[in-house]
């Protein structure tokens, strides 16, 4: 059998210069599925053909004319080039099967113009279609979504392929088995530039250079939803929070072990705004030495779409893994199940978020760290155990000794240079954020730069420490800290002081002084 997938990734070009801007930037969001396929209808022993559509010239003729199925992916808003095709198709008897955000979307809509429309696809629906099990006018979903991506074995044999009889140490310090293992999460298509570009240019593939070109690749894939972090420190560079960073690093020598059954599924980092979670977060994951990348916005303003971004992102983030993924602001930026207003979008994905953070066979592959000062906002479903297990909170620091060493590996971080004698008595012991502290010693070190000095010296901090104003938002700071103590899931990171406060109904008055606040949060 004949199998054509064509990939629409935008709307046909209305002037040469668009089809010159479509092609430099929509030919890099390539839809992982539409690959998956065309790789599952290779396997089955089929003659298959794989296109992608950047706007520019008849889509039609990017596949043969004599195919006898053709699926095609397209967003809503090229929605009318895919009909237009479909009812070309079927006037030559192609069967006509569409998937992708659109059709998830409207599928009784896409009926009109397409023999079967796939909301949600797997290798086992895609066989079944293939034989004719499906008659024209359905509308088919896998039992659950894609979750087998091109593996490690279909790789090598893509990179075997590709590379044909050369000797690929004339190019690269890796050979066909080890490139298809690292290169997980990176498209067949990707993949083939990267090592067409070696072959070609004779840019030897070493392990820098691969490393940033995977990244750029990778982000590309996920269509910039996903922002690579290279950390540049480990939790060596923390000051302080000495039970987490234990914690941390018990569970980062694990995951190199591999032994992943005993590595929590996530990480819920809470704390007063300024306590450096994210600094926190960023350095575990320097330490534990995967790669680390943030969830940027992917929510669209096109029905469908928000579900197909997150989806791919959470394709890519199965295929690449041992991974880390940082959401800040979590409370916010996840929403609920009883979102309104948005025809369901937020609680549906909300459903798909829970759903990956809850799926054990990821662990120790997928490793969620949610940071938030708030949370009681942030549901239950992901903060109970299998999901978010480790609630880790922060404090702003208490101790002279600790604060005096933030004070110098912060000036360190400024590119600057302090010595600890140089530091006077510090005010507002308790008050101050690590954000607090950075921003004093960055206002030290321009005092002392300005009047010629290279070290941040005694005469600049001292005037900075008399200067200063800590925030006054004392009830906000309060009501943060009580929620980061109530949430925490392990007493060993309860400072002394306030581990001892949760003793006998300890743990009863500071809900009840939380609740207090937070009323008064409410009505002010």
Known sequence: MRVGILDILTTPARSWAEAAYKLALTKQYASVFPQAIAVWCREMGHRTFYATYYGAGDPKRSLPDDLDVVFIAVYTQASALAYALAKLYRREGVLTVIGGPHAKAFPTDCLRYFDVVVREGDKPLIADILKGVYDPGTIVSSSKPLEDLPTVEERERFIRSTIGTRDHAAFSDFDAPTLARLTAGISLTDLAVLVKLAMETGQRLNAKQFNDLKKR?????????????????????????????????????????????????????????????????????????????????????????????????????????????????????????????????????????????????????ILWMLLTARPDLLPIDLKRQGRAEVHIPLFYPTDADEIKQMFVTLAKKLKGTLAAEDIPSVPHVGQLSGADVEGMVGRALRISLLAGSETITRDALAQVFAEFMPSTQGIEKEMQELAAILECSDRQFLPPALAKQMDGDGRARTQQRFLELRRLMEIS
């Open 217 to 365: 690749l990778i982000e590309k894939q996920a269509q910039g939803l996903l922002e690579f972090i290279e950390p540049k420190w480990t939790l060596d560079t923390v000051v302080g929070h000495e039970a987490a960073k234990t914690r941390l690093r018990e569970d980062a020598e694990l995951l190199r072990k591999g032994r992943l059954a005993s590595v929590p599924m996530g990480y819920l980092l809470c704390g007063a705004v300024g306590t450096g979670k994210t600094f926190l977060a960023q350095c575990a994951a320097g330490e534990i030495g995967i790669p680390c990348v943030i969830l940027k916005n992917f929510r669209s303003k096109y029905v469908g779409e928000t579900e197909g971004n997150l989806e791919r992102v959470l394709s890519v983030l199965r295929a690449m893994g041992p991974v880390m993924v940082v959401i800040d602001e979590a409370d916010a930026a996840l929403g609920s199940r009883e979102a309104e207003g948005d025809s369901g979008t937020s609680s549906r994905v909300f459903g798909m978020i829970a759903n990956q953070m809850g799926d054990t066979r990821y662990r120790g592959m």
